[in-house]
């Protein structure tokens, strides 16, 4: 196996974010992947792609306006870092808008996802990262691949932003193994939270299945997408599994939820596996509320390995920093 990490992802640093009503210092901080760093054996750095891979995935318009959003917040004279504080609830046309702070809201759905001075950067290294973690298993050369990315990407959609992603790195790196000759894709997403960016993205495509376990978005984060209920559209009609999970669910459950996306998984039938990683199911998490044990992260990880299928491993959230390079390292030692 392989690794990858660009510190350029280091530079996204903001301050706070709007959490429950009131201010509180930013979770997703560069001190989560420089403890993962320190965890594992050196990666590798990553190479640049450009930008095509990622207009793949995401509109020009929304790409353009990820670039310059920090520069438009300071030409409009404000301090600290952009945030949206209004939103189009119905009916987004697409209006020739200017004003930041309007375009702060068509292109977010939460003000917990601030855009800082290195937040392009950091977003635009972590594809890159993910692409080049990808590459070598697309020509057999390994089989399976960890790409440390930062800020994490599966809550981004097409063209907006929100906790704390802002291009989606795993999203990204499916739709350059379809277009490099894998005509079936799987993503398997491992994070707390559901991964709302990622099925939105795919909901309407046959050629990616897209298995989430996450938290009951009936009372947890995103709220608005995640039931069990939403199983894809049109020619995507079956090709999106959800299986949302009460607080408190500890390996038991878990891995009950997890045999049934890998049979799931195995019935779509893939050449490849994107595997959307997140430590915020530990125990510990300040963010969330599932009871994973560091030592219960290499037996999720060996279940997914079972597969067989070249995977690339995306890193998403976790936010218990302390813990945080040790529930890494201990996830991918079950491959």
């Not at 290195?118 to 590459?135: M, N, P, R």
């Not at 795993?170 to 491992?190: K, M, N, P, Q, S």
């Not at 995977?311 to 201990?330: K, P, Q, S």
């Amino acid at each position: 196996m392989i690794g990858v990490f660009a510190p350029a992802q280091l530079g996204h640093a903001p301050d706070r974010e709007m959490h429950n009503g009131g201010w509180t210092p930013h979770a997703e901080t560069p001190a989560r992947a420089a403890a993962i760093v320190a965890a594992l054996p050196p990666l590798l750095p990553a190479r640049d792609f450009g930008l095509e891979p990622i207009l793949r995935v995401h509109t020009a318009e929304y790409v353009d306006f990820l670039q310059d959003a920090f520069a438009l917040w300071q030409v409009a004279g404000r301090e600290g870092d952009a945030l949206p504080y209004v939103w189009p609830v119905a009916g987004r046309r697409p209006l020739a808008l200017t004003r930041v702070d309007a375009l702060l809201g068509r292109f977010s759905f939460d003000a917990a996802t601030p855009i800082a001075a290195g937040t392009w950067d950091a977003a635009y290294w972590g594809v890159q990262t993910a692409l080049t973690a990808l590459d070598p298993l697309l020509d057999g050369r390994e089989r399976t691949a960890f790409a440390l990315c930062r800020p994490p990407g599966h809550h981004a959609g097409a063209d907006y932003f929100g906790g704390y992603c802002y291009l989606n790195n795993a999203a990204i790196a499916a739709a350059a193994a379809r277009d490099a000759g894998h005509a079936r894709v799987a993503i398997l997403d491992i994070d707390y939270h559901h991964g709302n960016g990622t099925q939105d993205i795919f909901l309407t495509d046959p050629s990616v299945f897209y298995a989430s376990i996450h938290a009951d978005p009936a009372t947890d984060y995103p709220f608005y997408w995640g039931h069990a209920d939403e199983t894809g559209e049109g020619a995507g009609a079956g090709a999106t599994l959800n299986l949302p999970l009460p607080r408190g669910t500890d390996i038991v459950p878990y891995l009950a939820a997890l045999d049934v996306a890998l049979a799931a998984i195995a019935d779509f039938d893939p050449s490849m596996l994107v595997v959307s990683f997140g430590a915020d199911t530990f125990a510990g998490d300040p963010i969330s509320g599932f009871a994973l044990a560091t030592a219960d992260y290499p037996t999720v990880a060996a279940r997914v390995a079972r597969l067989a299928l070249p995977t690339l491993i995306v890193m998403e959230g976790g936010y218990a920093t302390a813990e945080l390079g040790a529930n890494v390292a201990a996830f991918l030692s079950g491959f």
